[in-house]
């Protein structure tokens, strides 16, 4: 059975099961890409592309990373690499 959930409600459902966060759409990747951004400022970012990795026309990507940096994220854990803090 698949369940859809709307990106705002997802710190609803997440406080159910004692996690302090959202889930946030994140489209540089792809449509129906997201990040999990809990309070802490850890933002698990799955395969969008690291800040400094992306091009200058990559307007999408850019606003991803507004976005992130506006909910407070500060320690950055993408899919296949370790962690890094930004700025």
Same mark, same amino acid.
């Given at each position: ?6 990106? =705002?409600? +997802?710190?609803? #459902? @997440?406080?159910?099961? /004692? ?9 540089? !990747?792809? =449509?129906? +890409?997201?990040? #999990? @951004?809990?309070?802490? /400022? ?9 800040? !400094? ?6 307007? @999408?990507s ?25 700025e």
């Open positions: 059975m698949s369940r859809f959930l709307k990106t =705002e409600d +997802s710190r609803e #459902l @997440l406080k159910t099961i /004692g996690i302090e966060g959202e889930v946030i759409q994140v489209n540089g !990747h792809g =449509e129906q +890409s997201v990040a #999990l @951004l809990l309070d802490s /400022g850890d933002a698990f970012i799955g395969d969008l592309a690291p800040e !400094h990795m992306i091009g200058e026309d990559d307007k @999408l850019k606003a991803d990373w507004q976005v992130l940096r506006s909910k407070g994220a500060k320690f950055i854990k993408p899919a296949h690499a370790g962690e890094y803090a930004i």
